[in-house]
């Protein structure tokens, strides 16, 4: 099983990052989407705030703007963690876990710290929409579905104070976790006879056109990125999901096997090199690609070449996080660092309570600037999504795996070897 890094004081253990029982942790995986959590609050400080002297075409912004990409690595994190335990069985791994306790699971990690957020939020600074006849939409994550309809109860100049602007990544993390069970039954089911390797490329193989056919249906004829129903689902983000699938299918397939294949040994050995390379990757977004955010203004041919770009640096970024060595190396030095665990385990309740922070600070016609809103940001919302990690997340994450009277039976055991005042 996979060792947590022997550096790490946070994150060791935690129930909101640990795996289902018996299948091996990626605690790297943990300072990865510290990192993307960081680039995300930056980000947003940036766009609601007007950019960098507006929204040019200088270098400073078209460097920021091109951070969009880091949304695949959430998609893919999602994917690879979620969709490996459901298939490590197929080479003689542990158990899946049934559908049952993924959904629960699920419903744990995502609603009660949303609805904390989105209640309280609603309440102080306000906003628009969650009290209204349309609050199931909001409370479900679904509003961004319908969004045109869903969000007419808001007033469209208050457009960024509707719910919260930054759950649409969320709604489609819940429409991914509704459908994986139901990808993870067919593969399963037609795979059972297939021997572990060729299974893999067939799956890898029917990934690849499942991508490419949520790619191409975003563009003429069909355009339907101009669907909220599309855009804000799993369907028009598959793209980004299908690479956490493809390497979940292969560090299952190849998790036993005495000798790696040579891609993952020099992933091993050159993890800096990988970097690099989605770095390379990224800075020729930065020059290549119009300096506007994704979802805006791209024809299909720049929407298709772009979304490759960016997932195959997003891939380059990912994989030493999972096939690396996670106690030593670069790797384990930068994404295993405390401060980028730290950011990682509560970077939920930084999605969750940042960006009202940015809009209330930025935009909508207030004044303040850049360094203004990105240092609110953080001292209001680090505080916040503290709170929420200690309060919401972490207490009821704690049954995710054991029942309530497990949890209370295990806290009296704890009570009872605490020695009296003296003893």
């Known amino acids: 099983m996979t060792r947590a890094p022997a550096n790490v004081p946070f994150g060791e253990g935690e129930d909101v990052v640990e795996p289902p029982p018996h299948h091996p942790r990626y605690p790297l995986t943990v300072g ?49 963690l979620l969709y490996r335990p459901m298939i490590a069985h197929r080479v003689g791994g542990p158990e899946a876990p049934t559908v049952s306790a993924y959904a629960w699971r699920r419903f744990l990690r995502l609603y009660p710290a949303y609805w904390a957020a989105l209640t309280v939020l609603a309440i102080v600074p306000g906003l628009y929409g969650v009290f209204s006849h349309n609050w199931w939409a909001f409370y479900s994550l679904i509003d961004f579905l319908d969004v045109e309809n869903l969000h007419s109860v808001c007033p469209a100049t208050d457009e960024f104070l509707c719910g919260l602007p930054q759950s649409w990544t969320l709604g489609i993390d819940m429409t991914f976790y509704v459908m994986l069970p139901f990808y993870a039954a067919f593969t399963t089911f037609f795979l059972r006879r297939v021997a572990p390797r060729r299974g893999m490329a067939i799956e890898l193989g029917l990934l690849l056109v499942l991508a490419a056919a ?6 003429p004829p069909f355009d339907l990125r101009d669907d909220a129903w599309f855009r804000y689902s799993f369907l028009g983000n598959f793209y980004w999901f299908a690479l956490g699938l493809g390497l979940a299918v292969i560090s299952v397939v190849y998790s036993q096997a005495a000798v790696k294949p040579r891609p993952l040994r020099f992933v091993a050995a050159r993890p800096g090199l990988c970097w690099a390379g989605g770095l390379a990757i990224y800075a020729a977004t930065v020059f290549v690609f119009s300096d506007v ?12 070449w772009l979304n490759l770009m960016q997932g195959v640096g997003a891939t380059l970024l990912f994989l030493p996080a999972v096939f690396a060595n996670p106690n030593r ?19 939920y309740g930084l999605l969750l309570w940042h960006g009202t922070v940015a809009v209330t600070l930025g935009a909508l016609g207030a004044e303040q600037g850049y360094w203004t809103v990105l240092i609110g940001e953080i001292v209001v919302a680090v505080p916040l999504a503290m709170l929420s990690y200690r309060l919401v997340e972490r207490p009821l994450m704690k049954l995710k795996y054991r029942s309530l009277r497990e949890v209370m039976a295990e806290r009296r055991q ?6 009296e005042a003296g003893a």
């Open 32 to 80: 990865l989407r510290g990192v993307a959590a960081l680039a995300i609050i930056i980000g947003h400080a940036w766009f609601f705030t007007g950019g960098f002297g507006g929204f040019t075409a200088s270098l400073p912004n078209r460097i920021v703007v091109r951070w969009d990409g880091v949304v695949a690595l959430f998609f893919m994190l999602s994917a690879f």
């Open 214 to 219: 949520a790619l191409a249906v975003g563009g």
């Open 293 to 304: 955010p994704f979802v805006f203004g791209f024809n299909t041919a720049e929407y298709v």
């Open 329 to 347: 190396g670069v790797p384990a030095r930068v994404l295993g660092h405390p401060f980028l665990m730290w950011v990682g385990v509560i970077s």
């Open 414 to 419: 704890r009570r009872e070897r605490v020695p």
